[in-house]
Structure formats: C-alpha cells, structure tokens
C-alpha cells in the first residue's frame, strides 16, 4: 500500500521542474509582481518542495526551491521559505490527498477578493465543472496563523479560494492543475466583471443546466467545488429558491449580494 501512494507523486527533479514552470507562468501572466506569490509540492506523504521568500517568481532557479516536512521544517536547500507556508501546509494537514497549491494575486480575482465578492454565479460550463464555486475567506493578516486559519474550512469542499484583500489559493494533484484553476479562477472573475459590471447582462444557466455539469463533474471523478448559485429554471422562469420561496433539491439561493453590487454599478454609469 505504501509503495502504491508512492506513485501519486512526482520525483524530487519533477516536482522542481513542475513549480520552476508554474512560477515562469504566472509572472508572464502578471498574476504576481515583485517577489509576490508562492508555490509548493508534495513529494511524499510528509515531504514537499516549496519557493523561497523575496524572489521573483518568473526567474527561480533550481538550487533557489527549499524542501521541507509538515511542520514547516527545512530539509534541504540554502534559502529561507515564505512566511506563507504556513497557509499551504494547513491546506496540506486539512486535505491530505492534495499534491499541490498555488498562491497569486492574478488583478481581476483579487479585486473580487477586495470587493468581497465571491465567484459564485453559473454562466461558464467550464467553470462549474474545472472550478466550482469560489468562496471569499475571512481577512487575514499575511504571514500570520490567521491566514490558514481562514481557509481551513474549504480545502476539502473547494478548489481554490480567494483571500480577502489579499489574492487567491488553488490547489490540485500537481503543480500544473493547481496553476490551471488559477488561470480559470482569473479568467471566471474577468468574464464576470465584463458581464456584470460592463456589459451589464449575463444568461445565467438554469437550476437544470447546473445540476447536470455537476453530474458530469462527479462523473470525471471530481468531488469538489460546490454548486453555484442558480436563479432560474429550465423554461427560463425565475426559479423558487429566487422568489425567496425552498429552493428545489437544495438547489441554493440567489447571490442577492452580486446583484445589488451590479445593479449600482449600472445605475452609476448611466447617471441614475
């Protein structure tokens, strides 16, 4: 058996080649600036690699990642580990089936993030099924216990998760799907300004619609994520659960927050 879960993890030289890339990406992104973010991965069940403090994510090299164990401790490698592993240990302890996590401040998402607003409205297939549900943890003070503490509650529930006023965490199998999920966490809160805040229209998917990529989501094996807030049935009609009547099959209720924000943006624009 131990030999088996063995084999869930990439080696020592993929593990470091895997976050030199992630790191390269999400500088060319602009997701992170100066020696923001952070990334780790898990070697073993009690070891993992992780990015060194107060250098740029986009020119890491080899002998600049540190390996540590659970607590925290360094194994091996010169450098000093960001303050913030902490948060990515908790995710680690909390779920312990999880390879990897990516911490970034990718503009959009964090501005979610500033806003309070988590990204929670069903208008991407992709979205619901690669992503879910993004909820906003509680402010806390980065480097501090706080910050664990705040995501504690998602790390079996959710991928990933935006950090008030802060950024965002993802996490996944490995290095690369963890990354992903930031890419479409960012590009799930981009479509969401443009077509609440710009555009000032979206066609949300029905209850029916939802339920059905939740069914296929479970049926590639993803178990996490939650169930975005619908507001409409099949036929278009506004759904109970948004007339404030039980909401069918648990379905959740409207995201009243997201669209008063909306509706006051709009009124500003056109001078109402």
């Known amino acids: 058996m131990y030999g088996e879960d063995l084999d869930r993890y990439l080696s020592d030289r993929d593990a470091k080649e895997a976050i030199l890339e992630v790191g390269r990406r999400m500088y060319a992104k602009n997701y992170v600036v100066s020696n923001d973010g952070n990334i780790t991965c898990k070697v073993s069940p009690t070891t993992l690699w992780t990015t060194p403090t107060g250098v740029s994510k986009g020119y890491m090299t080899d002998e600049m990642l540190i390996k540590v164990d659970l607590e925290g401790h360094v194994l091996q490698g010169t450098r000093k580990p960001s303050s913030e592993l902490k948060m990515h240990l908790r995710v680690y302890r909390e779920n312990p089936d999880l390879i990897a ?54 790390c079996r529930t959710h991928n990933g998760v935006l950090l008030a006023n802060h950024g965002a965490l993802t996490w996944g199998m490995s290095p690369m799907q963890a990354y992903m999920r930031m890419e479409s966490l960012e590009y799930y809160a981009l479509v969401t300004m443009y077509t609440g805040n710009i555009i000032g229209r979206a066609n949300e998917l029905s209850c029916e619609q939802v339920d059905r990529l939740v069914e296929t989501r479970t049926k590639m094996g993803i178990t996490t994520g939650g169930r975005p807030k619908c507001r409409f049935a099949a036929g278009g009609q506004p759904s109970p659960c948004s007339q404030g009547h039980a909401c069918p099959s648990g379905s959740p209720c409207e995201n009243g927050e997201v669209a008063s924000v909306v509706r006051s943006v709009m009124a500003q624009i056109q001078g109402r």
Do not use: K
């Not at 979205?127 to 806390?140: D, F, K, R, T």
């Open 101 to 154: 996590c990516v911490h970034a401040h990718p503009p959009v998402a964090t501005s979610f993030a500033i806003a309070g607003i988590a990204l929670d409205r069903p208008i991407l297939p992709e979205g619901v099924v690669q992503l879910g549900v993004v909820p906003v943890a509680p402010y806390a003070t980065p480097g501090t216990q706080e910050v664990p503490d705040s995501i504690a509650p998602y």
